[in-house]
């Protein structure tokens, strides 16, 4: 059974499918007539496997800046650092003005 190849017609949009070893050869979309070449069949990696990735800007104290882009997943753990030193911060200065001094009997 030979694998199918999955492509849209550029002037009508409509989805069409053909055998893969009919690539590069002339068709025509049974919408709109036009001929369109079946194109090669590219390699399919499945959504779930593709890692996402969102731009993270860090600014140093020295006013340098660093531009990446990283996983959606390392994105979060950054946010969860951060989130969890400025809490631990927080702790802190609370420990300092509350129970740092505490009454004699």
């Known amino acids: ?14 989805g069409l499918k053909s055998k893969e070893e009919k690539a590069g050869l002339v068709t025509h979309c049974p ?30 104290p020295n006013g340098a800046a660093v531009n990446a882009e990283v996983s959606q997943e390392t994105a979060n753990t950054m946010a969860k650092t951060f989130l969890g030193g400025l809490l631990v911060a927080i702790g802190v200065v609370l420990a300092a003005w509350f129970g740092g001094k505490g009454k004699s009997a």
């Open 31 to 60: 919408r709109c007539r036009e001929d369109l070449v079946v194109p090669e069949a590219l390699p399919v990696v499945p959504e779930a496997r593709r890692k996402k990735t969102v731009p993270v800007g860090l600014k140093l």
């Open 1 to 14: 059974m030979s694998a199918l190849v999955r492509f849209k017609c550029p002037s009508c949009n409509v």
